[in-house]
């Protein structure tokens, strides 16, 4: 081996050891199915297994497929062991999100694990996002790559939303923190909301801002839910906020107890490694887009000097601001072209 090989492989070697520390699993209670969750659109592409403990989710040239949870949540834990589909997969989105844009549509709360899909020989990349109270111009996105190939084993993808902070973690790691903040206001989702997972068909943004499509050759795309977790207080959504506050307190302290509420000190150095080394966009760093970074954001001078002053690592041409609607449930995901 090279000089310059052990070089660029230590730091990775390190961060692998460092995520080996953090990888005592959760103690999570998993649900089948049917307790929890029900099909949402894509008649017969939604595949559930004979133990019932999970579900596939197929694309086909017809449609792509998705499961919603049974009851809303205020506040809670969403989690589930995800595989994605292998092989040329551009132009596929794998959605694993809570929302409430059924219910409220001009002022709906939203957050999300985007995966999306990729050419032949180039990996996944995914994206996390936030909506509060229909803040949909005010686009939170951050993209990553990840420390391993998603569609050769499971792993565990996490949403944790309390009343104090949102941490998506993938296993064990937190990938991301928000804590809440005065200043946010409204744009700190508030309102139940529920759990979706869904695949679909985004051949116009997903992969290198549209450049690849689908290519229904190679279909059906097959993804994979299993071990889910729902934790959280149940909720009709038309409760009104005082008596929601109220029905929930105990619930949400609970959730506080729990072992993935906190991000140790061990926990949040595999974030800062994480995001030093996997994140690709920040809009924290964007400066074209906020001039003023949005009141949640921490800066790093690590991660700042990367991006410089466009928060982005490199330029993939055009940086236009989108909106589009999702095709099966009206979504609005907005989204800003940072493809490499
Ligand atoms: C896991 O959680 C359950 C229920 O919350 C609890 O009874 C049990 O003691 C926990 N186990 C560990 C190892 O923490
Ligand atoms: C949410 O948005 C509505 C307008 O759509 C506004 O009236 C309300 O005050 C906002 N709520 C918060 C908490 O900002």
């Known amino acids: 081996m090279t000089h310059t090989r052990l070089f660029s492989s230590l730091p990775l070697f390190l961060f692998l050891l460092l995520f080996s520390f953090t990888n ?7 649900i089948p199915f049917n307790h929890g969750y029900s099909h949402l659109f894509g008649e017969g592409n939604l595949v559930r297994s004979p133990d019932g403990k999970g ?9 792509g497929s998705g499961f ?13 062991n995800i595989k994605l589909p292998s092989g040329y997969t ?44 229909g803040s949909t111009n005010r686009g939170r996105e951050e993209r990553y790559r990840l420390w391993f190939d998603p569609t050769k084993e499971f792993h565990r993808y996490s949403i944790l939303w309390t009343t104090k902070n949102i941490v998506f973690y993938i296993d064990e790691v937190p990938i991301r923190e928000v804590i809440r903040n005065e200043a946010m206001g409204g744009d700190y989702p508030s309102k139940p909301m529920s759990l979706y997972a869904t695949i679909w ?9 549209g450049r690849y499509k689908v290519n229904y050759k190679y279909a059906p795309f097959v993804s994979e839910f299993k071990d889910l977790v729902l934790e959280g207080c149940p909720l009709d959504p038309i409760q009104e906020v005082p008596v929601a506050a109220m029905a929930c307190a105990e619930k949400d302290d609970l959730l506080e107890t729990k072992d993935y509420a906190f ?3 061990e926990r949040r150095l595999a974030m800062r490694r994480f995001r030093q080394r996997f994140m690709y966009y920040s809009y924290c760093y964007d400066i074209l887009r906020y001039s003023v970074p949005p009141p949640e954001c921490v800066i790093d001078p690590v991660e700042k ?6 928060g982005r690592l490199k330029f993939g041409g055009s940086h236009r601001k989108q909106s589009r609607r999702h095709s099966r449930n009206s979504r609005a995901v907005s989204i800003i072209e940072a493809e490499i």
Request: charged share 20%; net charge negative.
């Open 24 to 30: 005592a699993d959760f103690n999570v209670t998993t």
């Open 55 to 63: 579900v596939r989710l197929l694309l086909d040239r017809f449609t």
């Open 68 to 80: 919603i949870s049974s009851s809303m949540y205020q506040h809670g834990f969403f989690s589930a």
């Open 90 to 133: 551009a132009g596929i989105v794998i959605a694993f999100y809570t929302s409430n844009g059924d219910v409220f549509e001009k002022s709906h709360d939203e957050l999300d694990f985007e995966f999306l899909g990729n050419i032949n020989g180039k990996p996944w990349r995914f994206q996390t996002n936030l909506y509060g109270n």
């Open 201 to 209: 068909d985004a051949s116009n943004w997903a992969t290198s801002g």
């Open 263 to 265: 991000v140790t000190p």
């Open 305 to 310: 000097r990367r991006f410089k002053d466009t």
